[in-house]
């Protein structure tokens, strides 16, 4: 009933009864995200919290609140990773408030927002059954740009195989990864948890550095390469790219629970675009919870922004 009414509303423009107002987000906000956010991923929770300083401090990109009647309802984050790439975040809506029509107006403050940063890609990432933010993003001018299936393990003990990729590794990995039909697949993006960035040499440099990236030899040649980037969110070790012969894959996704041991993390996950990865890392000892696919919506046509009338305030 109250997606049924939250919809006719919005189409028809009905507004939040109150004053909404869209404006950076301030410290002062914490206690009432934090308690509406409290729920929203059932017993999940939120990562809100894990990030809010974070969020708060970045100057690069902006952390949007609504306010209903001068009380925080609703929250957005741009980010920027650079080069005119922009990932699209933390867009919650407290439950009282929900089919109100606040997330379409956070969302054209976003678009707002961006028209002025000029991007040249804009993204996010949702659950395949979260249909409220695939209809916002198709209404909102977004397109799926790839398909994960997410898969989870526990961290554990054990011993790694192959070695960590060191720098003079660097051009024969992004050589691998260019011909890789994962990377194809995902549409040139590197999962980080929730969070995808495309993988630029730059970035390959920055995974290697942080001991993120191992590769399996057979006689001299890459057999297989992973990278394990930190999901910087959930605090968790990812798997954000794995290719090469099966047994290298699963053999590179076996050291991923391992990695997380090393590195304190209670969990490890990773994204992997088809049915023929997601058998190898099943194989490998992961598992997939049904509802965890994941949709990587990019906007269609990021230049338009500045044409559109949004960006006139
Ligand atoms: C998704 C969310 C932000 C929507 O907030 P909201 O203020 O209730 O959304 P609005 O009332 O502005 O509705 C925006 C559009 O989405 C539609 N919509 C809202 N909830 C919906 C649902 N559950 N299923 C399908 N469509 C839905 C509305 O009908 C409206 O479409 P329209 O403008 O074409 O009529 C809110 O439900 C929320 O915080 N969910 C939990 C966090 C989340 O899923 N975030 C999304 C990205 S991960």
């Not at 707002?112 to 991007?119: F, V």
């Not at 090469?244 to 997380?260: F, T, Y």
């Amino acid at each position: 009933m109250r997606r049924r009414a939250g919809r006719t509303g919005a189409r028809e423009g009905l507004r939040p009864a109150g004053r909404l107002k869209l404006r950076d987000a301030r410290a002062a906000d914490r206690r009432a995200i934090f308690e509406f956010t409290r729920r929203t991923w059932g017993q999940y929770g939120d990562f809100i919290p894990r990030v809010w300083r974070r969020w708060l401090g970045d100057r690069e990109g902006r952390f949007i609140v609504a306010e209903l009647d001068g009380v925080p309802v609703g929250t957005a984050k741009i980010s920027h990773f650079g080069g005119g790439e922009f990932w699209l975040e933390g867009l919650r809506v407290d439950p009282e408030h929900r089919g109100k029509g606040i997330a379409r107006a956070i969302n054209l403050e976003v678009l707002a927002s961006l028209a002025r940063m000029q991007p040249r890609a804009v993204r996010y990432c949702t659950g395949y059954r979260n249909w409220a933010s695939r209809h916002i993003g198709s209404v909102f001018g977004f397109r799926i740009g790839a398909r994960f299936r997410h898969f989870w393990a526990k961290s554990r003990k054990g011993s790694l195989r192959g070695e960590f990729a060191t720098r003079r590794d660097a051009g024969e990995i992004y050589e691998f990864m260019s011909r890789s039909r994962f990377m194809r697949l995902s549409s040139g993006l590197v999962g980080e948890g929730w969070v995808f960035r495309e993988l630029t040499m730059a970035r390959l440099e920055g995974y290697i550095r942080r001991k993120s990236v191992m590769v399996v030899r057979r006689a001299g040649a890459l057999a297989g390469v992973a990278i394990y980037p930190f999901d910087v969110n959930d605090k968790d070790l990812t798997m954000g790219f794995a290719d090469g012969d099966p047994s290298a894959i699963k053999a590179l996704a076996r050291n991923c629970p391992r990695l997380g041991a090393m590195r304190g993390t209670e969990y490890c996950s990773m994204s992997v675009p088809t049915r023929y990865f997601a058998g190898l890392v099943e194989e490998a000892g992961f598992k997939r919870k049904s509802s965890m696919g994941q949709l990587v919506f990019e906007f269609v046509d990021p230049r338009s922004l500045a044409r559109s009338p949004s960006n006139r305030k």
